[in-house]
């Protein structure tokens, strides 16, 4: 038997950046001033990154790094909302642009990132990563709107941030991920985290709450950075483990899988966040994952929606250069583009930052164009955990999904 390594987290030299040299902004918005916007500014409303056609906003992930294939698909979801928004002649006039920057899945790489972006011009951040506890305080202090699905229950401390969901989807409610567990046959769980990384040890931690609250003990936890399958695989087997639950890459996950299988032990449940973009797995791993589970933010591909088919035609059509866009890192970024784009529309004349952030804060039916299960209502707050997951099942055929009740599992609804 082949002896299955996990890859250990490294984030090898930082990426040496070439900061860009502030851009003069056009006539009256191009008045100098603080990232909270200056006095020169606040005469006509406008901000940074704001000219009379044009709105610029950043976009940071991990394009490099340990975590970057977790978001394969996130800058081209946001790539085609924005260019659909563009073909109909933008927002208030405006066209929508943008600046991108690789975070290479470093807490560190990230603020600076942010920082770059910020000075590039960017009116707001459009954010998918796992490290953002380092950027989001300093982009709290300038006052930039940051939207995107949150990686940590941080994103609920600062009132300039904006998430549609999170990539825990399901650990964060109070029982949903618990229930589910259950009602699928898992009666002891063991998690599984990627120790470098805090939103991995946070997942863990909503997680095991949401478990122990719907009576499922967690028996072995454990980072694997840099432990074998083997080792990993027997000893959460001797622990009486019979569910998986593991906030680590996707093949770190199917090694563990693929060695409780071999020891003869397959898990009753195995749960992964990123589960949902097994199709960027090659076949032999992505057999692996048969019959093992993920959880969604959104409603799942799989229930063919109109929003889905209408979601499915402009990602054809604007980012052609996705060989899949049902990744969930797509939709991800697609639902970020978007609630920027609604977050304009309570604009009035030049945008600025704090009125973008007042403007979408007092939003109380937002849900993506009938993507989420449950309009979102940011009154009410905007760092709550998931009200709604859709749970789905690895197909055995290990190609596609399963949807497992007649609609996701919301707070306050049964788990199946």
Not at 156 to 185: D, I, K
Not at 210 to 215: I, P, V
Not at 321 to 328: C, S, T, V, Y
Request: charged share 15%; proline share 5%.
């Amino acid at each position: 038997m082949a002896r299955l390594v996990f890859r250990t987290r490294f984030v090898g030299a930082a990426l040496t950046t070439v900061t860009a040299a502030l851009v003069a902004l056009v006539g009256a918005c191009a008045a100098g001033g603080s990232a909270r916007d200056g006095t020169a500014q606040a005469a006509r409303g406008c901000a940074p990154g704001v000219t009379d056609d044009r709105v610029t906003v950043g976009v940071l992930f991990p394009d490099s790094g340990p975590m970057a294939a977790q978001y394969t698909g996130f800058r081209s979801g946001v790539e085609a909302r924005l260019a659909q928004e563009n073909t109909g002649g933008g927002v208030g006039g405006r066209l929508i642009g943008t600046v991108w920057r690789d975070d290479e899945s470093s807490p560190g790489v990230n603020l600076r990132a942010a920082k770059d972006l910020v000075a590039d011009g960017a009116f707001a951040v459009l954010e998918g990563t796992m490290v953002s506890e380092r950027s989001a305080p300093w982009l709290d202090e300038q006052g930039v709107p940051v939207l995107g699905v949150a990686d940590q229950p941080l994103w609920g401390e600062h009132p300039n941030m904006f998430a549609a969901g999170s990539v825990a989807a399901g650990a964060g409610t109070s029982s949903a991920l618990g229930r589910f567990v259950g009602s699928q046959g898992g009666t002891r769980a063991a998690l599984l985290v990627t120790g470098s990384d805090q939103a991995s040890r946070l997942f863990a931690a909503s997680a095991r709450s949401s478990l122990e609250a719907a009576g499922v003990p967690v028996v072995f936890e454990s980072a694997v950075d840099s432990l074998s399958a083997e080792r990993v695989g027997s000893r959460i087997l001797a622990a009486g483990a019979d569910t998986l639950i593991a906030a680590t890459p996707l093949d770190v996950y199917t090694g563990v899988l693929i060695t409780a299988a071999e020891l003869g032990r397959p898990f009753t449940v195995a749960l992964s966040p990123f589960g949902y973009d097994m199709s960027r797995l090659p076949p032999g791993l992505r057999q692996a994952l048969a019959g093992t589970y993920a959880g969604v933010p959104f409603t799942a591909f799989e229930r063919d929606l109109p929003a889905h088919q209408a979601y499915l035609s402009a990602m054809s059509r604007y980012a052609p250069q996705l060989a899949e866009p049902r990744l969930q890192s797509a939709m991800n970024g697609w639902i970020s583009a978007d609630l920027f784009v609604r977050g304009l529309r309570t604009q009035q004349g030049c945008p600025s930052r704090a009125g973008f952030v007042r403007g979408l804060g007092a939003v109380t039916d937002y849900d993506a164009g009938g993507l989420l299960a449950r309009k979102i209502n940011f009154t009410a707050g905007r760092g709550q955990a998931d009200l709604c997951v859709d749970f789905v099942r690895a197909s055995w055929t290990g190609v596609g999904f399963d949807v497992l009740s007649p609609g996701p599992t919301c707070e306050g609804t049964a788990a199946m």
